[in-house]
């Protein structure tokens, strides 16, 4: 795995999510006992909300039965004195004083109208209605939510008490209108929970009065249909608007009337709304603004600076080492002394690379005397071997002399292009090849005819190792074309050296003498070419032309293409 694979798999680790995830961890506990705390506070807001809002219809109940209690007394003290002239005006006179009543009615023992203090719709089946009938069998009061016809513009009860004669015999009953309105409670009760309305129900599940209709579900169903309900009951639905709800009934009056309180459910969601500073945004916003201050503080007191030095190890490792850490002095003791020691590291990097650089320069100069040496070492050879010649009369050793001048020559030629050239171990085999060819052919210039050359060379910088292969292979190439492919006429020599990616390939080609077909021997030259071609790890072809000329061909690989191949020969 490569660093930059490493660099991105960290990625996801930086300081700031360590930290931040460090915090997160610390004060995650918090947060859970926070959560748990809003959790046993819910469930006690909970409990304490129904039983609030039970308490409420409870008392809501008792105040409406009080109200009822005080008309049925008001109605007993009323009934020796209801009838004759002035009952009308006394019983309207009543009505007018308390508030609540719609109106008080004198019935006699067959429920005609004796008195009134307002205006009462016939009825003419009123002796037959049950609360008539129970007030006629003996019952000192009743009290009915439908007593068969409307005795009121608005919706009422109609509580009514016996009138008997002073035998004790039945002589009526004296009824006081009393209006649901009256006795519903109010919402600014402080006893009833928040958002909190308030209906009133006969035990059908109709409902005769409300505060907000919307409030409650479209229908009781049979929650109070045919049930004894003699104590509070509560239970969650959804109002017409879908809102989830707390609901709670208590009877008024016996079993036909029903207080019905509607209050908010106290779920999560209203209760953290009831309770939202407390329950869960101050931990909550604790647990954010401490990640914020330690992001902010990671930016600020770390990751800023690290990258500031980055920038600066980039520069160092450009070779700028003049480039000082100056604005590290306003960073943390930490940073600041992290900088100190980068600044101290590249100064030992700095100068233990100028000595290496004086080093590298003093050994490129004995290189490059050595290589000098050499070259004139070599000439001095190639002197000594050009006098030998001349005293030399046989012309086979006087050839065998010159072709052995001619390869120290090319070696010689290799060192010097090695001390001239601005890299020790590198050549331009192009340049090195143009002057190669040229000390060939001039150093036969004046002993016969002309020879003209023709070159198509690409450009390749190759090692001493390769090249002095190379360059004598070329000497036995170009010394055979001139020997045995040129004849007195002269002709043209051509030469050429092509790459094509790992692959490259030198020729030397001559025109052949006239009538004379080429002919590849196998003398010293073959054997030599063949061996400088194996050094070169390429093979060499020679291919007789058409016109009778000979084609030499080396193809070996190139430096690059040979460097790749050499880890591979070299694994197991």
Not at 42 to 55: F, K, S
Not at 147 to 152: E, L, N, T
Not at 203 to 222: D, H, K, V, W
Not at 259 to 272: D, I, R, T
Request: aromatic share 6%; net charge positive.
């Amino acid at each position: 795995m490569n660093l930059s694979a490493r660099a991105g798999g960290w990625r996801a680790t930086t300081i700031r999510v360590r930290l931040g995830f460090a915090v997160a961890l610390a004060l995650l506990p918090v947060l859970v006992l926070s959560g748990v705390q809003s959790v046993v506070f819910l469930q006690r807001e909970a409990r304490d909300q129904r039983a609030n809002l039970v308490g409420a219809a409870e008392r809501s109940a008792a105040t409406a039965r009080a109200r009822i209690a005080a008309g049925e007394v008001l109605l007993q003290t009323l009934t020796p004195g209801s009838v004759g002239l002035q009952c009308a005006l006394r019983l309207n006179d009543v009505r007018n004083r308390l508030p609540g009543y719609a109106n008080l009615i004198r019935f006699d023992a067959l429920g005609r109208v004796a008195c009134a203090a307002a205006t009462v719709p016939p009825d003419p089946r009123r002796r037959e209605r049950a609360w008539f009938r129970a007030l006629a069998q003996g019952a000192e009061i009743a009290v009915a939510s439908d007593a068969g016809i409307a005795y009121a513009r608005e919706p009422a009860l109609l509580a009514s008490v016996a009138a008997r004669d002073e035998n004790g015999r039945f002589a009526g009953a004296l009824s006081a209108v009393v209006t649901l309105a009256s006795l519903r409670p109010e919402k600014e009760d402080r006893s009833l929970p928040a958002l909190s309305e308030v209906a009133l129900a006969d035990r059908q599940g109709r409902y005769l009065s409300t505060t907000r209709a919307t409030a409650f579900p479209s229908t009781l169903g049979r929650r109070l249909a045919g049930a004894a309900r003699t104590r509070p009951t509560l239970w969650l639905d959804r109002d017409r608007d879908g809102i989830l709800r707390a609901f709670t009934s208590t009877p008024l009056v016996g079993q036909d009337v029903y207080v019905l309180l509607s209050a908010p459910s106290p779920g999560v969601v209203s209760w953290a709304w009831l309770n939202p500073v407390s329950a869960l945004a101050l931990p909550l916003l604790a647990f954010i603004l401490a990640l914020a201050a330690v992001l902010m503080v990671t930016e600020r007191g770390v990751v800023r600076w690290i990258a500031y030095l980055q920038r600066v190890a980039a520069l160092y490792g450009r070779g700028r080492y003049a480039a000082h850490p100056f604005r590290a002095e306003a960073a943390p003791p930490e940073i600041r002394r992290l900088a100190e020691a980068l600044d101290a590291m590249t100064a030992t990097i700095a100068a233990r690379d100028a000595v290496l650089k004086e080093t590298l320069a003093h050994k490129d100069d004995l290189m490059r005397e050595i290589h000098h040496r050499v070259k004139n070492n070599l000439q001095v050879i190639s002197s000594l071997i050009n006098m030998q010649q001349r005293a030399l009369a046989d012309p086979a050793a006087r050839a065998a002399m010159h072709d052995t001048r001619q390869r120290i020559g090319a070696l010689a030629l290799i060192y010097r292009s090695l001390y001239q050239g601005p890299d020790l171990k590198r050549v331009d085999l192009r340049d090195f090849l143009d002057e190669l060819i040229a000390q060939l052919i001039m150093s036969e210039t004046g002993k016969g005819a002309p020879i003209r050359t023709e070159m198509a060379i690409d450009t390749l910088i190759i090692d001493p190792d390769r090249l002095a292969p190379l360059a004598l292979f070329a000497v036995e190439a170009i010394t055979n074309a001139k020997k045995h492919g040129l004849g007195e006429e002269g002709g043209i020599l051509s030469v050429g050296f092509h790459v094509n990616d790992a692959r490259a390939e030198f020729t030397v080609t001559d025109t052949g003498e006239p009538g004379k077909v080429a002919e590849v021997g196998e003398g010293v030259g073959r054997t030599l070419m063949t061996a400088f071609a194996r050094q070169l790890r390429g093979e060499v072809i020679f291919c007789p032309g058409a016109t009778g000329g000979l084609t030499a061909r080396l193809i070996f690989p190139t430096p690059d293409a040979d460097a790749k191949q050499e880890p591979e020969a070299t694994s197991p």
